[in-house]
């Protein structure tokens, strides 16, 4: 006989366990670093696209994020922190999620079998976060520690040069439409999850969320494929200049 089922037949008072706090903090955390990341890849992206206004708006973009505006000339220092600050959010983020990952084959095939049979749209849409997610596990991952440890391969020429002669592109093309659909799936569930849109019909604004999720997400599949592309181009364009760095006076 348990301590508490001995006190409980000796006063006649039920004693109820204190439920633990902690599964709803970590649910907390999970939702607030996805959705910073979630922000952080809009942004990212929409930065990134500055190439298909032309290479002197990337070269001033990313001197701008080397500081240039405090430090004459800029230093990768600050693209070094920014990507350290990503990946502490990054990791945390991956940490909290695993807890729902299915933890065998086994487990994995009763939740298909059990989406199969709902045909829910929101239970498929958790499986493209988990799928998407496991992938970016891999590829954040690399993305980041390239950044962190190549933070002056980053202007017109050093980028393109990558994504072309070095056939980094595949990489990207995998790591963009991951992230994208990633944050789009995980933005529509912490959407839903914590009621932000619920309003007075929440059945039917639902159904509206749903649709603005899925006309931003195309938007920036597209926006990020134009982009590549663009890169590309300039790397073709550029291979036989291999590693030689983008300068102002070449467009004057």
């Known amino acids: 006989m348990s301590k508490a089922t001995i006190i409980e ?43 298909l206004l032309g290479k002197t708006s990337m070269f001033h973009l990313s001197k701008f994020f080397e500081g240039s505006g405090v430090i004459e000339g800029g230093t990768p220092l600050f693209i070094i922190g920014i990507s350290l600050l990503i990946s502490v959010i990054f990791v945390l983020h991956a940490f909290l999620a695993m807890r729902k990952f299915p933890n065998s084959y086994r487990e994995h095939l009763r939740f298909r079998t059990h989406a199969k049979l709902m045909k829910h749209p ?43 002669s070095d056939q980094m592109w595949i990489l990207y093309l995998m790591l963009l439409v991951s992230v994208v659909l990633h944050a789009g799936a995980g933005g529509y569930r912490l959407i839903m999850k914590w009621g932000w849109l619920d309003g007075d019909n929440p059945k039917a ?32 364009e550029h291979q036989e200049n291999y590693g030689k760095r983008y300068h102002l006076e070449e467009e004057l």
Request: hydrophobic share 50%; proline share 3%; no cysteine.
């Open 205 to 236: 604004n639902r159904i509206i969320i749903r649709k603005i999720i899925k006309v931003v997400t195309l938007f920036y599949l597209l926006m990020g494929l134009f982009s590549l592309g663009a890169y590309l181009k300039i790397g073709y």
């Open 9 to 51: 037949s000796l006063t006649g008072k039920t004693m109820e366990k204190k439920k633990s706090k902690l599964p709803a903090l970590m649910d907390k955390l999970q939702s607030l670093t996805g959705a910073m990341l979630a922000l952080f890849v809009l942004l990212h992206l929409l930065l990134e696209s500055s190439i």
């Open 122 to 164: 929101d239970t498929n849409l958790w499986f493209l976060q988990i799928s998407t997610g496991f992938m970016l596990f891999f590829l954040g991952s690399i993305h980041l520690y390239l950044i962190m440890t190549q933070p002056l391969n980053i202007g017109p020429y050093a980028s393109s040069d990558k994504i072309y």
